[in-house]
């Protein structure tokens, strides 16, 4: 993912450096793509962009990660967790969403909805696994 993230996230800075126009029309995954690698280009238009709440998709479709809200703060902050209180929308992030998170900022614990990973779903408890693997202290907020 990273061998992705990195040229697109140049790529963004570049357009918005000869287009500054061209952030209107930025969505919330490519700017938590942008702002995880060049903090520089915060706005208004990044934190309108990263709060809207997304859509429900089309009937067959599933939303790709990081398309949800919380999957672009999850991204975002994962990175950048000074960003934290821009975001509005806690309550999106779903088990991968704070897995992604938590992994790389375990300092957010306290705000994360841990009965998301009470769910029987392999893919819940893989994403519970692969947190506890790597920060295995958060076993103790499983029961609060």
């Not at 287009?19 to 208004?44: I, K, M, N, R």
Request: hydrophobic share 45%; net charge negative; with cysteine.
């Amino acid at each position: 993912m990273i061998s992705t993230i990195l040229p697109k996230a140049a790529a963004l800075a570049a357009m918005l450096e000869n287009t500054p126009a061209a952030a209107a029309g930025l969505t919330a995954a490519e700017w938590s793509c942008l702002l995880a690698e060049y903090p520089q280009f915060a706005c208004d238009a990044a934190w309108s962009a990263l709060n809207c709440p997304v859509a429900a998709p089309e009937a067959g479709r599933l939303l790709r990660w990081p398309e949800s809200r919380g999957g672009c703060w999850s991204r975002l902050l994962a990175k950048r967790p000074e960003f934290a209180d821009r975001c509005t929308g806690w309550e999106d992030f779903d088990a991968y969403d704070w897995h992604w998170l938590l992994c790389e900022q375990p300092e957010f614990a306290g705000r994360c909805d841990w009965t998301l990973f009470n769910d029987d779903d392999e893919e819940v408890q893989g994403c519970l696994a692969a947190l506890l693997h790597y920060q295995p202290q958060l076993a103790d907020c499983l029961g609060h």
